[in-house]
């Protein structure tokens, strides 16, 4: 790969910059590849929280978890689990507990292999050593600043 810039120049560029421009590249880039297939990301999450889930998750735990990704707020976290439900992906029973219906593993199991590829696409030359150090450069990042992030 050519880089933008040589080793003495880049050490030099700013993370606020190279962060929100890899961050964008991601976003945009899986967010296409899901609206391809017709779900939004944060469809995606409701679905594979409750795919994952060991024991069924009511609809409150998966929005409280959810709510912070990426800023969308607890409003719109709230619409999206309605939108899974009207799809026909989750069901909720009377205690708010979510459960996947058939129609919804299918999709659950065609969109994890896309977001599997995207993974791959995304990790193209680059060593899991170099992943776990970029990782925690920008939690150091995050720490350095005041800011605070986790993922679960």
Known sequence: MEYTHSDTDLIKQPIGYWSWAAYKAV???????LAGIGITQPQWWVLAQVAR??????????????????????????????????RGWITEDPEGRLGLTPEGRAFYGKTATLQASLWTERH????????????KVLQRFIHNTGGRAWHH
Not at 27 to 33: E, F, G, L, M, P
Not at 124 to 135: C, R, V
């Open 27 to 33: 976003i945009d880039r899986t967010r296409a590849a």
């Open 53 to 86: 889930a060991d024991t069924a998750k009511t609809r409150e735990e998966v929005s409280h978890l959810l709510r912070n990704y990426l800023d969308t707020g607890p409003e719109a976290m709230e619409s999206e689990i309605d939108t899974a439900i009207t």
């Open 124 to 135: 193209a030359g680059i060593s899991d050593e170099e992943y776990l150090t970029t990782l």
